[in-house]
């Protein structure tokens, strides 16, 4: 099995799995019980939220909720912005991306059905925002804007500082979800207002996930119901997945300079490869400042979903969206690429443990069935 | 040390621990990707979702939502009667009853927050919900009556039945949380519309909870972003804390008798003991239908937070509410009970592991404190 899919989701890394199983038999204590059980769980907690506020890039000053996901986090920001600006101030504009994950779309959504207004800002065709355009839809009632640093499976980052500058110029709250991007590139907080973070995709187990806000910034619970993390979530604090996602962001830090540089050189060379073995093959967003570990490549004559399927059949597994995020077509499409080019395009996404050996049975795997396929379809083109 | 609050929470069993920990490892893969990895995460869940809707008594056409915790199922539960009931149809007015857990206080208070009125039903002598009374609370805008089955502190069971009659005469929802009910006694589902739980009362990890909701009754997403759990909750579904769940409530069903017969003897045993050995002890709630491993002792001209600290330094953990819940003396007052009596009260909470050498321990280091205690507090009462 070669895994090639780590947008959707990242094994558990070993010290997250040996973190969160310790801790699911030693840490099942109530939480605030003045007994000696409870109170051990403070210190087991003790210096575990500085290594996910210096993965973020966060100040002491600043609050982090610990969630039970990526989706959770996107939910209680704009609940939060509901309710502090919307039904307080008036300010009930929303402005996200052409292209965002369910989570960011379906609460937008919710928000509509609350009474707000959401408007997307479109691509350009190197898949990043048009700040410009981003910049005409700001009104005086415009709550926030809220987007993804980076996309999923273009990988493409975007201007993030551009649209933090203008945001704080408008007097506009700024909320992006790093999901993607935590772990792989450096991520500028200190410019930001609310940060999210799924840790699903940062090796830790699917019930984790995280929400930072700059000191200052309103904050509302989603889930209320306790004292809790300070009261900015109701519910038993889960402390082995929280142990366990502290253990995964320690590991994503020690492992930047690997994502930058060995995986970026694999994601290089499975990409070049495959344009040197595959005539007509291209990387789609090469000249866009990217994720180090993600690579969206065309091989034209092809359709995707086959391609897709027979790869999977091969126990090479890649992307073509779904799940939470749009179809890959959509998204390329959205981006302003020809239709008949992103019909046939793969996203394929490594993680710290892939290895040089994998990416080149991949690419073997890959070059004899776009060979096959092609002869299959050849009538068709 | 002897553990006495499981109603705070309760030690994840072997079970639970087991098969949490080899799924943390097996079951990381993204929910709905066509290829195989994806697709055998379905055939984990197969048959384990039965053994969570036979300990609740649900029928296969009712939903269930797999949740991160009791308090975000009542959120749930909550958000599904404002949007459905309240904005659509001008129903908001809530009833709940006098004594309440945080989530269930917290998340109805958000409700007025938003517009809408709620009430509380006192409780009689006995601890119970006078049903007389919740009845002329009810008007032709109430939207849904919701209480705990039975309370964790007192361990009283509320007259489910009779409410669930009166509120289906009225045509009102009918909420129950069942978070202290769940595996210590039968839970009559049937009459309920909506029910709820927390699996850290049911020894399974912090992370899990669950809501049931009746077929044909509204359900709304907490947490909208995605198609996981057929749209009732976004974000990734946590597998491996979800199987915990089914591993904890299968032992919770295995365990049913087990509790109704040798936990509640050891109960038994405890109050017996101590009434006994303590002149003045006597049992609270002792004619009430209570659940098997609940029990309230006042242990006259001792001081309960004197003894409660005392306990714990000797290592016998008991409670005195807080955390989620009230202070023990106010949910006592609520009750009528007085305050001379209510500030001496203990709670004890047994579970399927307590022996009956650790309740026996316990009753010697309870009398020899209590004795300590009257000597040193003679002066005051």
Partial sequence: MIYLDNTSATRVCGPALERGRAALEEYWAPGFQPYKLSQDLLAALDTRYQIIYDLAGAEPGDSFVFTSSGAEAINQVHWTAFLELARKEGKCHFITSAVEDAPMLQSLKRLEDLGCYVKAAPLDKTGRIDVQKLAELISPRTAMISLSFAHGLSGVLQPIEEIAALAKEKNVLL????????????CPFQDLDYLTFSGDRLHAGKGTGGLFA?????????????????????????????????AAASQASLGLDLM???????????????????????????????????????????????????????????????QYAPHLARH???????????????HFSLSRNTTQEEIDRAVSIIVETVENLRLLSKDLF
Same sequence: chains 1, 2.
């Fill in 175 to 186: 909320h992006v979800d790093a999901t993607y991007a935590l772990g792989k590139v450096y």
């Fill in 332 to 346: 390329l499409a959205a981006a302003g690429i020809e239709e008949r080019v992103g019909e046939t395009a793969l």
């Fill in 260 to 322: 930058s540089l060995e995986v970026a050189r694999l994601r290089d060379r499975l990409e070049g490869e495959l344009v040197q073995k595959i005539p007509g093959a291209h990387v789609l967003f090469s000249d866009s400042p990217r994720l180090p570990n993600v690579s969206v490549v065309a091989f034209p004559r092809v359709h995707q979903e086959s391609l897709h399927y027979a790869l999977c059949r091969k126990q090479v597994f890649a992307s073509i969206g779904g």
């Fill in 214 to 246: 700059k000191a200052g910034r309103p904050l509302q619970p989603l889930i209320v119901g306790g004292i809790e993390q300070a009261g900015l979530r109701g519910g038993a604090f889960d402390i082995p997945s929280f142990l366990s996602l502290a």
